[in-house]
């Protein structure tokens, strides 16, 4: 699998919907506070400024040695040279989107039950997102996962977990102990009034547990 040893550790996720700042800003702000794993979520914007976003994002992210993965766009994630694309349950099929992409790119899928996961890594996926973990603001969910089904997971796939939904300082620990990967964040991290000193935070949480 490439990369393995990013695919670990703290996911920022760069929700345009959610930013006070530029998506540039906010990476620039979350790099120097030392985070290497984002992903870019633009649910409502034109193909092509997602593009233009992604791009430069892109190109920031390799500039530092992050890891940088869009979300849904499997062709667009080709066109910047991404290193991997994030896809839903509806979004295009793994091996789709793997013709698209070159056989080191990562793709990573959202999954919400053991079914999905382990579908997932039938088809390929080099990893998959499970959530919602926790109720979140920043997506309806239909049903909270909570830790004891996130703990199941990680024993029912052998490819990285990356958990997801209304993770935030207090609960980070909780589910790093579970033996998850990673732990993917939006709003604790774009919404605080500091980027930098937010980011620096959970990464205190997520090393002090051991990952």
Excluded: W
Excluded at 89 to 110: N, T, Y
Excluded at 132 to 144: A, I, M, Y
């Amino acid at each position: 699998m490439p990369l393995p040893s990013k695919l670990r550790g703290l996911c920022l996720i760069i929700d345009q919907d959610l930013l006070r700042v530029s998506p540039i800003n906010a990476m620039t702000q979350a790099l120097s506070a030392g985070a290497r794993f984002f992903q870019y979520r633009d649910k409502r914007g034109t193909r092509k400024h997602i593009y233009e976003t992604s791009l430069e994002l892109a190109r920031k992210a390799r500039m530092a040695g992050a890891m940088f993965i869009v979300n849904d766009h499997a062709d667009i994630a080709s066109a910047v040279d991404a290193d991997g694309v994030h896809l839903g349950q509806d979004d295009l099929p793994i091996e789709c989107a793997r013709k698209l992409l070159d056989k080191k790119k990562i793709i990573g899928i959202s999954t919400h039950s053991i079914e999905q996961a382990r579908a997932a890594e039938d088809a390929g996926a080099d990893y998959i997102g499970f959530g919602s973990v926790f109720g979140t603001s920043t997506k309806d969910v239909e049903v909270v996962q909570g830790i004891g089904k996130l703990a199941n997971i990680k024993k029912a796939v052998t490819i990285p977990v990356i958990a997801i939904g209304g993770i935030n300082h207090s609960n980070i620990r909780d589910v790093m102990q579970t033996g998850a990967d990673g732990a993917a964040v939006i709003s604790a991290v774009f919404s605080a009034s500091d980027i930098n000193q937010a980011t620096e935070g959970i990464i205190r949480i997520i090393q002090a547990t051991g990952t």
